[in-house]
């Protein structure tokens, strides 16, 4: 069997082995075609069909309201929030963002050519150790839509309720936590994620828009960065990554075929409290973050001493456990833990932990 490592990368992420395994197969023959499906044009009517049924896929895991639009676009999460004021400030020239950690704070400067973004509540002071509750939240009626991240990918900082904002569109970047468990995409107004996550290889993001969004861009977005335009041409206003868009929808057959989010979310959840488990009853190993924002997805933890940081990792890749280093921006180490990532991974992890703390703390 092809060696697979225990990988905890926070993005691009672990794919799935078996959708590698269906990608590889087919990689030369696509549907007996004799040619691999990125060596065709995305008008082919196979490659339609390929992204037809890829949407369609997606609208039955995520419940999608038939009032919502899916479309793919490129540049990724990053492309997206700075994309966000074009296609909907829609003459106002205000925003209201919510601060949970680096990705919110990036999109709230992505916001600055176009209007001001204000920060109607954050918990910067807070360490972004926790989110800010419903009722601090100060939303403007004057405010085109109201921004936040329910998932801080770097912080490990998750929201656990979705805010309420009224009559102001909600927009959320889902990109660290989509597909990870249910969701009721009604609350949301607008719903993005760059793929390199939970959805596929990198090149490709997810937009679901509610339609009554569409339409309201600057009179000089140029077409490829319009919402609408995109819609109106089947996400193939130009030519798409046709080969992230084709594992994205192995990916979705996967999930399919393995119980949808709900199974997901039950693998997920017993994932992320067996590591956070092993964390809290550790000596060594701590993570601050508030218990009830603890992400599911991304598991952070320091070690007690700092001295140990290379080490631990350098024993844990020798061990196959690769990808754990935390960002550079807030060190210590950070376990992604995505669809992909199997329960006997974050067995394998909490072994190596423990052993580790067993020789080099609790000696
Ligand atoms: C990874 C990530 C991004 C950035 O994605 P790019 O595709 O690199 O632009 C943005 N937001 C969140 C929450 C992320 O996890």
């Known amino acids: 069997m092809t060696k697979r490592a225990h990988n905890f990368c926070a993005g691009p992420a672990a794919l799935p082995t078996a959708v590698l395994e269906k990608a590889q197969a087919e990689m030369l023959n696509w549907q007996d075609r004799g040619v691999s499906v990125m060596e065709m044009s995305h008008r082919h009517a196979s490659f339609m069909e390929l992204a037809a049924q890829c949407e369609a ?10 009032n919502y639009k899916v479309i793919f676009m490129q540049g990724g999460a990053t492309a997206q929030f700075s994309l966000l004021p074009m296609n909907l400030l829609a003459g106002k020239t205000q925003a209201d963002y919510i601060d949970t950690g680096i990705w919110s704070t990036k999109a709230i400067k992505a916001m600055a050519p176009y209007g001001s973004a ?52 909600l927009i959320a970047d889902m990109s660290s936590v989509i597909l990870s468990e249910p969701i009721d995409v009604s609350k949301f107004a607008m719903i993005y994620a760059g793929a390199q996550k939970n959805i596929g290889p990198a090149g490709i993001t997810l937009l679901i828009v509610r339609d009554d969004l569409l339409g309201k861009s600057r009179f ?23 080969y992230s868009w084709y594992l994205a929808s192995l990916v979705f057959e996967w999930l399919l075929a393995n119980g949808g989010l709900e199974a997901m979310a039950k693998v997920n959840h017993a994932k992320a409290a067996a590591l956070y488990a092993a964390i ?20 952070t933890f320091t070690l007690a001493d700092e001295a140990l940081n290379s080490t631990f990792l350098q024993e844990a890749e020798a061990n196959d456990l690769l990808n754990l280093k935390g960002h550079r921006s807030v060190g210590g180490m950070r376990a992604s833990i995505y669809n992909a990532v199997p329960m006997e991974s974050i067995q394998a992890l909490i072994s190596f932990m423990q052993d580790f703390e067993a020789r080099y703390w609790n000696k």
């Not at 000089?220 to 990554?241: G, R």
């Not at 550790?282 to 992400?295: E, G, I, M, T």
């Open 220 to 242: 000089d977005t140029p077409p490829i960065f319009d919402y609408q335009k995109q819609w109106e041409n089947d996400s193939m206003l130009n030519t798409p990554p046709t």
């Open 118 to 169: 204000n920060i109607i509540a954050s918990s910067q002071t807070g360490e972004y150790l926790t989110v800010p509750q419903q009722h601090e939240l100060n939303i403007s009626p004057d405010s085109a839509f109201v921004h936040y991240c329910p998932n801080e990918t770097i912080g490990g900082l998750a929201f656990d309720y979705i805010p309420d904002t009224g009559d102001v569109p």
């Open 57 to 66: 896929n997606l609208r039955e895991l995520m419940q999608i309201p038939a």
């Open 280 to 299: 809290d009853n550790s000596q060594l190993y701590s993570n601050k973050v508030n218990k009830a924002n603890r992400s599911i997805m991304n598991v």
